[in-house]
């Protein structure tokens, strides 16, 4: 009989070693919110009414298992207009587009579904009202994201100004300090979109804006969930795509609130568990990730360790979207 050594120096028969315990405590709400539920749904929908192939701008999500189940479906991911044929519809991602898309969409005459989360479109009207009104926007958020983007092309070329950081909200110079606005990205990180404004008001007090951030309510529950159990967590993994912004910020905020180590990881196989360090793992996910993946994490725990679950949860979320007209009869 082949045998082993324990951590203890106890001899055991090879195959008998206690496994080492793991207690992973799951964030909740995580995964999935309504606006990513809803824009795949729209690709769905579109190829049941349209057949395939259905074009997709830019990545729906950004979550490769997302969009690579989608294009098993029909659809056909692309970066530009140009590459879309005029007889075949195409979508918008739940970013959002600049009006220049829509607008050139309608010239060609193509069928366009736009799947923009509401929420973002949100943030369009906003800041388009703030314009119509004389008012210089600021808009703070992460230059050449695909949200950042569309929001900065609701309004004419060079009339917004992008505030990314504390430091720049210092630097920034509207034309007049008096008649200023400001919108938000929706997934940033909500304590530094507060010490962002926070400068921001004080150098323009006359400045306007949205009561709170326009940080969504999941990306608000997702930080908050993570928040309650960072600091009892020997390290953190986050499911999500390295272009996924509310991701990235659960990383930051799992880090701040006290765990020492936080990783972003894709998927299981992703997973160096030799980095995986304590015995109290924490787990989320971001807005686009499936929860589908967490499953497949913890099943690959219980490979090594030997693991129970906690799931601890900050609020129940309730929000859902309706889908566009086009595709809702
Ligand atoms: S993270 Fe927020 S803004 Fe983005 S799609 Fe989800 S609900 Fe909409």
Redesign the pocket.
Known sequence: MQEQKTQAGQVVALGTMPRPKLRILLAAPRGF????ER?VAVVERALTKFGSPVYVRHEI?HNRHVVDALRAKGAVFVEDLDEVPVDRPVVFS?HGVPKSVPAEATARRMTYIDAT????SKVHVEAERHYRAGRQVILIGHANHPEVVGTMGQVPQGAMLLVQSTTEAEQVEPADPDCIAYVTQ??LSVDDAEAIVAVLRRRFPAIVGPRKEDI????TNRQSAVKAIAPRCDSFLVVGAPASS?ANRLVEVALKAGCPAAALIESAAAIDWSRVTGSVLGLTAG?SAPDRLVEEIIAAARTRYDVTVEEISVTAET?SFSLPRLLSA
């Open positions: 919110c309504a606006g990513v824009a999500v739940a989360c509401p929420l973002v929706t997934t969504c309510y999941a990306t509310n807005a929000v």
